[in-house]
């Protein structure tokens, strides 16, 4: 090697490697680059947005299996879940909506839901709230055409089903007109139960709902029950809905005239929900979005929420628990939004709920997390089954490779159509006006039917307004002295209402204000009903029992009654027993 050739080689070794890697990297193709970014890019958005796309390939998209939760003696999962197809079968999403993010914002931004119109009804309850109800009638759907000029007996034998919205959802949204049609096309009739404010309605009390209102859902369901008494009533509750449907039927028990409710995507456990929601990105993000939405309710409701919350806070907000500290906590009078939470969520329910329930969650929900199912409270009661799909995001589940269709909606319609036929429906024995929870439990004005046209426009269909009876409340031992009275009023108005039906061209609305005057005329006046209220509505309000109040009240007043006692008692003695006896104890 002579010494030109050393002094190449010396050269070449004292290079920078950064150089020379770089002057490497140039000659390279820039399509190359743009192509690895790509691949980088979906390999991020893959795990970002948790596609299952891959796994439904490799499994050749026959889906995964339903999972369920049930107590091992549960005969509604024996008789009726097991008889039930589409739940027994496997869940296959969409492969270009294969992500539970995907899927819930389609949802919300799309849905490919049906075309139809409902009909509303108005209803007014005793604090002056109005609450909107939405029909769709099973013959509004059959034959591919709308017959608006149906009726509805009092009489008719066709099962109800009450639904129950999410967090600041109406019958509009897409999830709920698949269902509805889906209902209606199998044949029932389906009322959606809109919360106060949503629906175009406005607010006219000082009562809002929250994710604990069940005094709403309470009413209207009494109401149907009441007005349809030969119809089985069937409730189903999504999201926000689910959690204040479950939490009503496990604070009234046995004491429902729902024969079989189903909840979709139900959060559960709100103080959960509230740390899970804030954990991730994309969680925040979900949590920006329905703060959004809740924002735009209160806009809507702005003078009242000035007056009753705090308006600055609520602009201000930028999460979910931002908005319920200025305004859910000030307007339902909680101390703070953990307590709020704790209160308000159904888990601690579910243990009393005494009808077939059937629970639907997906365990990729990105709303609502699967660390909030109370697996073993749902394992213990007998009542309920618990099914859970391994994807679906929140109350999406869209299926076919269209996604026209959700796949809990036909679990839904199938699971209430077997319970429905066997003989494990939930019958009330006896319907209670009164309770632990008759705060708000009184009349309910009804308004007239209106129909809902697509393009918003409003049409009354009934000019009547009539008024609900529930309001009256009659003891046995009253019903004992004027049955006579209320039997003759019974049999004025059946006649009145069976020559009504024959004219009526819409749901028939029974007169019932007559019958609520005459026997409200005729009954003594009832001073103990309003103070048993009063203190069924302190005791439930403090979470624990009246005599424990008692008790309490009893321990902090001793020291001053049995001075007084004390006092008493001894002056009274001094004229019985001798003055020895006195003199004696005074010396000592």
Same mark, same amino acid.
């Given at each position: 090697?002579?010494?030109s050739?050393?002094?190449?080689?010396?050269?070449?070794?004292?290079?920078?490697?950064?150089?020379?890697?770089?002057?490497?990297l140039?000659?390279?193709?820039s399509?190359?680059?743009f192509?690895?970014?790509?691949?980088?890019?979906?390999?991020?958005?893959?795990?970002? @947005?948790?596609f299952?796309?891959? /796994?439904d390939? &490799?499994?050749? $998209?026959? #889906?995964? %299996?339903?999972? *369920?939760? =049930?107590?091992?003696?549960?005969?509604?999962?024996?008789?009726?879940?097991?008889?039930?197809?589409?739940?027994?079968?496997?869940?296959?999403?969409?492969?270009? @909506?294969?992500?539970?993010?995907? /899927?819930?914002? &389609?949802?919300? $931004?799309? #849905?490919? %839901?049906?075309? *139809?119109? =409902?009909?509303r009804?108005?209803?007014?309850?005793?604090?002056?709230?109005?609450?909107?109800l939405?029909?769709?009638?099973?013959?509004?759907?059959?034959?591919?055409?709308?017959?608006?000029?149906?009726?509805?007996?009092?009489?008719?034998t066709?099962?109800?089903m009450?639904?129950?919205p999410?967090?600041?959802?109406?019958s509009s949204?897409?999830?709920?007109?698949?269902?509805?049609?889906n209902?209606?096309?199998?044949?029932?009739?389906?009322?959606?139960?809109?919360?106060?404010?949503?629906?175009?309605v406005?607010?006219?009390?000082?009562?809002?709902?929250?994710?604990?209102?069940?005094?709403?859902?309470r009413?209207?369901?009494?109401?149907?029950?009441?007005?349809?008494?030969?119809?089985?009533?069937?409730?189903?509750?999504?999201?926000?809905?689910?959690?204040?449907?479950?939490?009503?039927?496990?604070?009234?028990g046995e004491?429902?005239?729902?024969?079989?409710?189903?909840?979709?995507?139900?959060?559960?456990?709100?103080?959960?929900?509230?740390?899970f929601?804030?954990?991730?990105?994309?969680?925040?993000?979900?949590?920006?979005?329905?703060?959004?939405?809740?924002?735009?309710?209160?806009?809507?409701?702005q003078p009242?929420?000035?007056?009753?919350?705090?308006?600055?806070?609520?602009?201000?907000?930028?999460?979910?628990?931002?908005?319920?500290?200025?305004a859910?906590?000030?307007?339902?009078?909680?101390?703070?939004?953990?307590?709020?939470?704790?209160?308000?969520?159904?888990?601690?329910?579910?243990?009393?709920?005494?009808?077939?329930?059937?629970?639907?969650?997906?365990?990729?929900?990105?709303?609502?997390?699967?660390?909030?199912?109370?697996?073993?409270?749902?394992?213990?009661?007998?009542?309920?089954?618990?099914?859970?799909?391994?994807?679906?995001?929140?109350?999406?589940?869209?299926?076919?490779?269209?996604?026209?269709?959700?796949?809990?909606?036909?679990?839904?319609?199938?699971?209430?159509?077997?319970?429905?036929?066997?003989?494990?429906?939930?019958?009330?024995k006896?319907?209670?006006?009164?309770?632990?929870?008759?705060?708000?439990?009184?009349?309910i004005?009804?308004?007239?039917?209106v129909?809902?046209?697509?393009d918003?426009?409003?049409?009354?269909?009934?000019?009547?307004?009539?008024?609900?009876?529930?309001?009256?409340?009659?003891?046995?031992?009253?019903?004992?002295?004027?049955?006579?009275?209320?039997?003759?009023?019974?049999?004025?108005?059946?006649?009145?209402?069976?020559?009504?039906?024959?004219?009526d061209?819409?749901?028939?609305?029974?007169?019932?204000?007559?019958?609520?005057?005459?026997?409200?005329?005729?009954?003594?006046?009832?001073?103990?009903?309003?103070?048993r209220?009063?203190?069924?509505?302190?005791?439930?309000?403090?979470?624990?029992?009246?005599?424990?109040?008692?008790?309490?009240?009893?321990?902090?007043?001793?020291?001053?009654?049995?001075?007084?006692?004390?006092?008493?008692?001894?002056?009274?003695?001094?004229?019985v027993?001798p003055?020895?006896?006195?003199r004696k104890?005074?010396?000592?």
């Amino acid at each position: 090697m002579d010494g030109s050739e050393v002094e190449i080689e010396e050269q070449g070794l004292g290079a920078n490697p950064y150089g020379l890697l770089l002057k490497a990297l140039t000659l390279i193709p820039s399509w190359h680059y743009f192509l690895a970014f790509l691949i980088l890019s979906l390999v991020f958005l893959y795990n970002f @947005l948790e596609f299952h796309f891959l /796994q439904d390939l &490799f499994s050749g $998209f026959r #889906g995964q %299996p339903v999972r *369920f939760t =049930y107590n091992p003696c549960s005969v509604i999962y024996d008789a009726v879940v097991s008889e039930c197809r589409v739940l027994r079968g496997r869940y296959c999403a969409t492969p270009w @909506l294969s992500s539970p993010h995907v /899927q819930t914002v &389609f949802l919300n $931004f799309n #849905g490919r %839901p049906p075309v *139809f119109s =409902y009909r509303r009804q108005l209803f007014y309850t005793s604090d002056g709230g109005t609450i909107a109800l939405d029909w769709l009638m099973k013959c509004d759907v059959s034959g591919g055409a709308l017959h608006m000029n149906s009726s509805i007996s009092r009489n008719e034998t066709t099962p109800i089903m009450v639904v129950v919205p999410g967090l600041t959802s109406d019958s509009s949204s897409a999830y709920l007109k698949h269902l509805a049609f889906n209902t209606a096309k199998h044949g029932w009739n389906v009322v959606i139960s809109n919360h106060r404010g949503l629906g175009g309605v406005s607010i006219t009390s000082d009562c809002f709902y929250n994710a604990g209102w069940t005094e709403d859902v309470r009413v209207v369901i009494n109401h149907l029950h009441k007005e349809y008494p030969q119809a089985p009533l069937f409730a189903v509750g999504t999201s926000i809905g689910a959690n204040i449907l479950v939490k009503y039927l496990g604070e009234d028990g046995e004491n429902v005239p729902v024969a079989g409710a189903v909840a979709i995507s139900s959060p559960w456990d709100l103080l959960i929900g509230d740390r899970f929601i804030c954990r991730r990105l994309v969680q925040k993000l979900y949590d920006r979005a329905l703060t959004i939405g809740l924002q735009g309710y209160a806009q809507l409701h702005q003078p009242l929420y000035s007056r009753l919350a705090n308006w600055e806070g609520i602009e201000k907000s930028r999460s979910i628990r931002d908005f319920d500290c200025h305004a859910t906590c000030l307007v339902g009078k909680f101390e703070t939004v953990d307590t709020y939470y704790r209160r308000c969520s159904s888990a601690s329910y579910v243990g009393n709920v005494s009808i077939p329930l059937l629970c639907i969650s997906a365990l990729d929900d990105p709303v609502c997390t699967r660390e909030a199912i109370p697996w073993d409270e749902c394992r213990a009661n007998k009542n309920i089954v618990l099914a859970t799909t391994k994807h679906g995001g929140h109350l999406g589940f869209f299926e076919g490779i269209t996604a026209s269709g959700l796949w809990w909606v036909r679990a839904t319609v199938e699971f209430l159509d077997v319970l429905h036929s066997s003989p494990y429906m939930h019958v009330q024995k006896k319907m209670q006006n009164s309770g632990p929870h008759s705060a708000l439990d009184s009349t309910i004005d009804q308004g007239p039917y209106v129909n809902i046209t697509e393009d918003g426009m409003v049409a009354a269909m009934c000019n009547e307004q009539n008024k609900d009876d529930s309001i009256e409340e009659i003891s046995e031992l009253q019903n004992m002295h004027y049955e006579k009275d209320n039997k003759m009023v019974s049999d004025a108005k059946q006649d009145e209402h069976s020559t009504k039906a024959k004219d009526d061209s819409f749901p028939v609305i029974a007169d019932t204000t007559k019958h609520a005057t005459s026997v409200q005329d005729a009954k003594p006046l009832d001073v103990i009903s309003p103070i048993r209220r009063c203190l069924d509505l302190l005791s439930r309000q403090n979470r624990c029992s009246i005599w424990l109040l008692a008790y309490i009240a009893i321990i902090t007043s001793w020291p001053l009654v049995g001075s007084a006692v004390s006092i008493v008692f001894k002056k009274k003695l001094r004229y019985v027993l001798p003055a020895a006896f006195f003199r004696k104890h005074s010396v000592k």
